[in-house]
């Protein structure tokens, strides 16, 4: 199996329309280059300064964004044992697209909790999920 890159996760800008009303923000299209096929859609919450970490998914592959609230993502390539660290929110608003097999957790970095929405490729599965504790990968939080 070819082993992933840092730079095979994409962050990709995300629109935002101003509206009188209330903002429009803009997550993804079928068109878009990061849009495989749909699995499923689930929204997390974080609270602030609490962390959720480590999930990888084997055959996964995620389309990440925060609409409310902003959250540190963290991502563990263990083959290169290198780390990359990308904040996104609704002041930063951001798609971040994630391959399958790379480690990855988050941090709430808001005064509150912050909402986290995931368009997957694939529906849920827990045997395509290996899980770490916080703590078996060494990370400054």
Do not use: C
């Not at 800008?13 to 990061?34: E, T």
């Not at 995620?62 to 904040?87: A, C, D, M, R, W």
């Not at 849920?124 to 990968?137: D, S």
């Amino acid at each position: 199996m070819k082993a992933v890159k840092l730079n095979d996760i994409k962050i990709v800008k995300l629109k935002k329309i101003k509206n009188i009303n209330g903002d429009i923000m803009r997550f993804l299209k079928k068109n878009d280059s990061n849009y495989k096929k749909f699995g499923e859609v689930y929204f997390s919450w974080v609270k602030p300064q609490k962390v959720k970490a480590w999930k990888f998914h084997t055959k996964m592959s995620l389309n990440l964004t925060v609409p409310y609230g902003k959250v540190k993502f963290v991502f563990f390539f263990e083959k290169l044992n290198k780390f990359l660290t990308i904040s996104v929110g609704e002041n930063n608003y951001k798609m971040i697209a994630v391959p399958p097999r790379v480690w990855f957790g988050f941090k709430g970095i808001s005064k509150h909790k912050s909402l986290i929405v995931n368009l997957a490729n694939l529906a849920h599965n827990k045997k395509e999920i290996l899980r770490r504790k916080k703590e078996e990968i060494r990370f400054n939080w």
